[in-house]
């Protein structure tokens, strides 16, 4: 029996031309409609053309096959390469089973449930026989909270501050079926709060889609209002719902955010996204070795 690790992503186009087709792949083919297309090609111009995504999933997995010893594959669920174009390389390869973790540290069925899904239809399409052990969460994980917490410090003074920990929404619905996103994103914050013994901290959900549907809040813009109305004048912004450096965080945090906190007087710094911190590899090097075995 051959083991190896599937590393899974949202995925995010490497080039502004690009953003057109990657946008009908996340809607199914739906269109949006053109200002909201010349909107996000926009976004991906401000943070200089690409999304990093895929070079940092990369990294993450390099640093883990290091550490493991065993093969470790990255497949994207809405840009190339694939999850069936992983896991054709890893039928190709002899791999009979694998640990499959999804790079999205809380469990909801629009999201992590997804990449289940696309994994399974392309194992029926290809008649592949890879038994793939998931993990399907990993939001209370002490070497995740751990990471998280080791970010945030270098930011820290000697004075109390505000933080603000986030996690990308979406839309309400996902609650009406009992989906336990909302729950496990919450005690990752408070899990990092608890960790780091904070005093202040807020919670709010970013980067909610254009769509007509509610999306999960408070947003980000709320909170922030709120917060500058109680006089809070600097605050660390600590996105705990994201593992690497992608649109969401380079554009709606350091930009979008940091802008619309300036103008209401209030400094906004941002820690460090995990990327491929240690901690957060010796993680998924826990959970890969405790499926696999």
């Not at 083991?3 to 269109?31: K, S």
């Not at 929404?169 to 960790?195: F, W």
């Not at 906004?268 to 890969?288: I, K």
Request: negative net charge; charged residues 25%.
């Amino acid at each position: 029996m051959k083991q190896a690790v599937l590393l899974l992503a949202h995925g995010a186009p490497e080039t502004v031309d690009q953003v057109d087709a990657y946008l009908l792949n996340i809607r199914g083919g739906r269109p949006l409609p053109p200002a909201m297309v010349q909107e996000v090609r926009h976004r991906y111009a401000l943070i200089g053309g690409r999304s990093p995504l895929l070079d940092l999933t990369r990294r993450q997995a390099a640093a883990l096959q290091a550490r493991l010893g065993v093969p470790v594959y990255v497949g994207m669920r809405n840009w190339t390469p694939y999850i069936r174009d992983a896991l054709d390389r890893m039928a190709a390869d002899g791999v009979t089973r694998a640990a499959a973790i999804c790079m999205a540290p809380q469990y909801s069925s629009l999201s992590v449930g997804l990449y289940m899904r696309r994994a399974q239809e392309a194992l029926a399409e290809k008649g592949a026989s890879i038994d793939l052990a998931w993990v399907e969460s990993f939001y209370q994980h002490p070497l995740l909270i751990a990471a998280f917490a080791d970010r945030i410090r270098p930011l820290l003074g000697a004075r109390p501050v505000t933080m603000l920990f986030t996690a990308h929404s979406l839309p309400e619905r996902v609650l009406e079926a009992g989906d336990p996103y909302d729950q496990e994103v919450r005690a990752t914050a408070a899990g990092v709060a608890a960790a780091m013994e904070l005093s202040r901290w807020d919670f709010a959900y970013q980067s909610q889609g254009m769509t007509e549907e509610k999306w999960l809040g408070p947003t980000v813009e709320s909170r922030i209002d709120a917060l500058a109305g109680d006089g809070v004048r600097e605050m660390i912004l600590a996105p705990i719902g994201f593992v690497c450096d992608h649109l969401e965080i380079l554009y709606d945090v350091d930009i979008l955010f940091r802008d619309y906190a300036a103008r209401r007087g209030v400094l906004l710094r941002r820690p460090e996204s995990l990327n491929d911190s240690p901690l957060l590899v010796q993680a998924l090097a826990e959970l890969a070795r405790e499926r696999l075995s």
